[in-house]
């Protein structure tokens, strides 16, 4: 009774292990043509906010490669029984959750620092354009109306925050949400109440926070496959690697 009972429950981690590995091949796959497509198609798709798709496409890429050896490992050694591949699932698998756990830590330590770094990237291309009006710098344009448009806000601090000359007492039109296509300018009493840096502090802050609990979730998830694969090799202990 007990080695049918030890028979089904590594039947099972097998089949479970298969088919998560499967998912994870198939993630690896799509997540390398999305950093491929990021990379070269990116910018005719993606709202130009002032930072390079470059880094973030490159991160999709490494972190499909990684899925895909993964899945690769993770499935054929659970399909063969072969030791070896299972071995190596689950070394990956443990150097893997390191990183994340050392990468969570630091994204708790350094979470007020982080938000800091990123507001103050959002701040850089608005006090540009409010200091040099039309003559600022045409990524620093394009990025003070997209997160305008995005965020649904107007300036650092609210409409009064657009100072320059250049506005005659108005706001960027992207600051309001019944202005014109062709429209360059609004009036601030259309203008949306609310600064971008209190409502970029919100969303960043609630960014950090669903990474941190994704990652968490993701590291339990990695550990159960590795419970799954250890198990999963004791169906196939005269199998040599």
């Known amino acids: 009774m007990c080695e049918t009972l030890k028979g089904c429950v590594q039947g099972c981690a097998k089949l479970i292990l298969i088919l998560i590995n499967t998912i994870a091949l198939l993630a690896g796959i799509a997540l390398i043509g999305v950093g491929g497509f990021t990379m070269v198609k990116g910018k005719e798709y993606i709202p130009d906010v002032g930072v390079s798709l470059t880094p973030a496409a490159v991160c999709l890429i490494i972190l499909g490669v990684l899925l895909l050896l993964i899945g690769c490992f993770g499935c054929f050694g659970a399909i063969t029984g ?69 965020a649904t806000c107007c300036g650092i601090t609210g409409p009064e925050f657009w100072t320059h000359p250049d506005f005659d007492g108005k706001v960027p039109a992207s600051c309001c949400a019944n202005a014109g296509k062709d429209d360059v300018l609004c009036a601030k009493a259309d203008a949306y109440p609310t600064g971008c840096l209190s409502s970029s502090e919100g969303l960043v ?35 040599d690697a």
């Open 82 to 150: 072969r030791h070896g591949l299972l071995n190596v699932y689950l070394i990956l698998l443990g150097i893997i959750i390191i990183l994340e756990v050392a990468v969570l830590i630091y994204g708790l330590v350094n979470k007020g620092k982080v938000a800091k770094n990123i507001e103050a990237a959002i701040k850089d291309p608005f006090d540009d354009v409010n200091t040099k009006g039309n003559e600022a710098d045409a990524v620093d344009l394009a990025s003070v109306d997209t997160i305008q448009e995005q």
């Open 205 to 239: 802050n609630k960014a950090l926070t669903v990474v941190i609990v994704v990652i968490i979730i993701i590291v339990l998830f990695q550990l159960i496959c590795m419970v799954l694969a250890w198990c999963s090799r004791g169906e196939y202990i005269q199998v």
